[in-house]
């Protein structure tokens, strides 16, 4: 299985031909799935043929052996359970030797990293295409939200630096949940919308929201939005990366400074987009060099602690309060 960088993975879907073979992704990252459904479509003129239940391999192999008797086998997208079990996969492995060859056309298996360890190359046909991709690295993210803001005609055709502008709009608005930022750009290619604009409607809280709180020095708002991201199904760790990506933009801010003690140069120079300078002029109040030191000592075990807790917007929100707002 080979592990492929996030942003090449998404290209990879976006520009197939989608020939006849067997693709296997695993990723923790639902938007794979949906560019898939959607390049299939776009690109074959056949809407693709979908399983998703805890039988899903077995039913996609009762349709490869029935359907090809009475019509044309569609591209076939099947989505492989968390839960399922080692013994269940020695089962569904044996299915899989029984795929129709030469392949009448695409089939992609998509599951999530739990699974990475019970997959081994021999479990699916020969010449098969294994991947898996963690979460995008903070310099990918830009990569992989750039390739999404570009499979939008309207959107593509307005150039690189549209392109680069509208990138960091999305990074500053919905951090490192692409499926977010896809729908975005959708509803602005769709209703010819500006970024901004493509706000309206939305008034659900996002990782950035939190990150207003602590920019403004304000315990209470902190707790409050941690608690709303929850309800809204912001996962922490998304949280933790928009988190990431504001300090990192304090700091490049602070560099400028040291240079030329102008803040709108300084903003200038570290290429700050408008909308997020009045949060970091609020930060730059508040933070010093020693917090976000201890912010980005602490941060790997906070991430890791977060996977085990209970309620693990409340445990961050502690977590982020002794580290700011003590």
Not at 3 to 30: E, G, Q
Not at 119 to 136: H, I, Q, V
Not at 177 to 189: G, P, Q, T, V
Not at 268 to 273: F, L, R
Request: include cysteine; aromatic fraction near 10%.
């Amino acid at each position: 299985m080979n592990r492929i960088d996030a942003s090449k993975l998404i290209t990879s879907l976006l520009n197939s031909n989608f020939n006849p073979s067997v693709t296997l992704v695993v990723s923790d990252m639902p938007i794979l799935e949906k560019i898939a459904r959607e390049s299939i479509e776009k690109n074959t003129n056949k809407k693709p043929k979908i399983f998703q239940d805890k039988n899903a391999i077995e039913s996609m192999m009762t349709y490869l052996s029935a359907g090809s008797m009475f019509e044309e086998v569609l591209p076939c997208i099947v989505e492989i359970p968390e839960k399922i079990t080692n013994k269940k996969w020695s089962e569904e492995k044996k299915l899989l030797k029984n795929i129709p060859t030469p392949f009448e056309n695409c089939i992609y298996f998509f599951a999530p990293m739990a699974l990475k360890s019970i997959f081994k190359s021999d479990d699916f046909p020969k010449n098969s295409n294994l991947f898996f991709s963690y979460e995008p690295s903070a310099q990918d993210l830009l990569l992989c939200i750039k390739n999404l803001c570009s499979r939008y005609m309207t959107l593509a055709k307005n150039g690189e630096n549209f392109l680069n502008e509208i990138t960091r709009l999305a990074v500053e608005y919905y951090s490192n949940d692409l499926y977010s930022c896809d729908a975005h750009f959708s509803r602005m290619e769709n209703g010819k919308l500006s970024f901004h604009d493509a706000l309206s409607g939305q008034p659900e809280i996002n990782a950035f929201h939190l990150v207003d709180a602590i920019a403004q020095n304000n315990p209470y708002l902190l707790e409050l939005r941690l608690s709303q991201c929850g309800d809204c199904g912001v996962e922490p760790s998304g949280i933790l990366m928009a988190l990431v990506y504001f300090l990192k933009q304090v700091i490049s801010t602070l560099a400028a400074l040291e240079k030329n003690n102008n803040l709108k140069q300084a903003f200038d120079s570290a290429h700050i987009p408008y909308p997020a300078q009045a949060r970091i002029q609020l930060g730059l109040k508040h933070l010093n060099t020693e917090k976000i030191k201890l912010f980005f000592t602490k941060a790997s075990t906070i991430e890791m602690n977060l996977r085990i807790q209970k309620n693990p917007h409340e445990y961050l929100a502690i977590e982020l309060m002794q580290i700011f707002l003590k």
